[in-house]
Nanobody, 124 residues
Framework: VEFVESGGGLAQTGGSLTLSCRAT????????LGWFRKAPGKDYEGISH????????FYADSVKGRFAIANDNAKNTVILQMNSLKPEDTAVYYC??????????????????WGQGVQVTVSG
């Protein structure tokens, strides 16, 4: 699985950014696509994912209510809308893929596949 990530950049506190990720090479129909982030001095954090089969979503407490994830299965694309950004959201954001293992998923780092990452910086 390979990824083309876009979006990210610089935002002010309270602002918004959108991340997009298109995955290629997926040959299964039940999987997770989502995002991890890595801030300096902190561990990788799996902040959100969406399941291809039923569209169910997950959000970490740190982003719940501020971020929204959506997918387009036909294009194997996932979008992360990030609102009400805070300086603590500053990190490298990685698009990631997880297989289903007999119906179970493990959303932890390292993921089964991940992209090269995009920088998100929130100032102010």
């Amino acid at each position: 699985v390979e990824f083309v990530e876009s979006g990210g950049g610089l935002a002010q506190t309270g602002g918004s950014l959108t991340l997009s990720c298109r995955a290629t090479g997926i040959i299964v129909d039940d999987y997770l696509l989502g995002w991890f982030r890595k801030a300096p001095g902190k561990d990788y954090e799996g902040i959100s994912h969406i399941r291809s089969r039923d569209g169910s979503t997950f959000y970490a407490d740190s982003v719940k209510g501020r971020f929204a994830i959506a997918n387009d299965n036909a294009k194997n694309t996932v979008i992360l809308q990030m609102n009400s950004l805070k300086p603590e959201d500053t990190a490298v954001y990685y698009c990631a893929f997880a297989y289903s293992y007999s119906g179970q998923f493990f959303w932890s780092w390292p993921a089964d596949f991940w992209g090269q990452g995009v920088q998100v910086t929130v100032s102010g």
